[in-house]
């Protein structure tokens, strides 16, 4: 897999992580357990569109939100969380391999079924070339329980590619490092 497919599959779990972040001024509910496809359609970047399916169970959920939220307060400045009407809404200011993205979210839906994540994000920083405003819709559908074969965690991505959220902190470290000043 090449540094920009794990750079996109980290963001992809990262966005797909967004109804488990931490909450500061609301808090996020937790999805229901089983299999879980998701259908993310994005401008502005690499692979315009993935669909990915997540196995995953309430711990797991859990950790996946302390470990690998985008909100994490290790590194993002700003993270608010508001529940609306019709969902939640978040905002952060985060800065992840000398990248400063400032992004903004609107969630509706069910998390027992489904629920869609609108975002937005505005980068500096970073690479040459790399996008600096991206788009990004993720449909996430409940399908049942998990098949066989698959434990909690299991992300399986376009390709046949199948990886366990537990190992993303492994792949984190192959993301690039801030210039040193």
């Not at 590194?75 to 993205?101: L, W």
């Amino acid at each position: 897999m090449t540094r920009q497919h794990v750079s996109l599959a980290l963001a992809a779990c990262l966005l797909a992580g967004l109804p488990l972040s931490d909450a500061t001024a609301a808090e996020l509910p937790v999805r229901k357990a089983g299999l879980w496809e998701m259908k993310m359609q994005r401008t502005g970047g690499p692979a315009p569109q993935m669909t990915m399916q997540h196995c995953t169970d309430e711990t797991t959920d859990k950790a996946m939100s302390s470990s690998f939220s985008p909100a994490s307060t290790d590194t993002c400045s700003k993270q608010d969380i508001r529940k609306t009407a019709t969902g939640y809404v978040t905002d952060s200011v985060c800065n992840v391999a000398g990248v400063t993205m400032t992004s903004h979210s609107e969630i509706v839906g069910d998390f027992n079924s489904a629920y869609t994540v609108k975002a937005t994000s505005q980068s500096q920083g970073g690479p040459p070339g790399m996008p600096r405003d991206t788009a990004m819709t993720i449909e996430a559908k409940w399908l049942g329980a998990c098949k066989a074969g698959q434990k909690p965690g299991d992300i399986m991505m376009p390709g046949g590619v199948k990886m366990n959220i537990r190992d993303m902190e492994k792949l984190k470290g192959l993301l690039p490092k801030p210039a040193a000043k």
